[in-house]
């Protein structure tokens, strides 16, 4: 359900912590995001740890789950995402939405999600500036990879990589063992 309030990412920032769970800015409203399940999380959290190894030991940059950020006016927070060493000076640890956009954003899709809410996510991140998006469908057991070059669907027997990520793959299929 959206709430219409005329909001600003710095009235959203102002707001209490408790007022924005499961929300985010949208076009100037709060528009309330469903928690999530344990499949969701398990892939996320799988992609996470994946990533941030990947990251330390290539002195990459950053990898973070639910990290807010601006995209453009409006407050969407990736279930992962990814900035090289240039934006981490950027980083402001004090501040809940980041005033610039990761190099990579991964939403993993929820039962809530429609089709065209995540192509219009998608689109809001890249004409942000994001490089590359990644949608996860769990239901499908694919992955939609949005980059600046090409798109394309991976699923079993795939492997995911990324020019965003050079060095980093995991097997489609070991993302979704056992869910």
Do not use: C
Not at 13 to 23: F, I, T
């Amino acid at each position: 359900m959206a709430t219409t309030t005329g909001l600003t990412i710095d009235d959203f920032e102002r707001l209490p912590s408790d007022a924005v769970q499961h929300r985010e800015l949208v076009d100037g409203e709060l528009i309330d995001v469903s928690g999530n399940t344990p499949r969701h999380n398990k892939i996320r959290d799988r992609l996470l740890s994946r990533l941030m190894a990947w990251a330390e030991a290539q002195a990459a940059g950053e990898v973070i789950s639910e990290q807010e950020y601006d995209f453009l006016g409006n407050a969407h927070g990736p279930d992962v995402s990814f900035f090289g060493p240039e934006k981490q000076v950027l980083l402001d640890l004090d501040k809940r939405v980041q005033r610039f956009v990761p190099d990579l954003a991964i939403e993993v899709a929820s039962a809530s999600d429609t089709y065209d809410s995540l192509l219009r996510k998608k689109e809001r991140y890249r004409r942000a500036g994001t490089t590359e998006v990644w949608l996860i469908s769990a239901e499908n057991a694919e992955i939609a990879i949005y980059g600046p070059d090409r798109d394309r669907i991976l699923r079993a027997g795939d492997t995911l990589s990324s020019e965003v990520l050079p060095g980093f793959a995991i097997a489609v299929n070991d993302l979704f063992r056992g869910l």
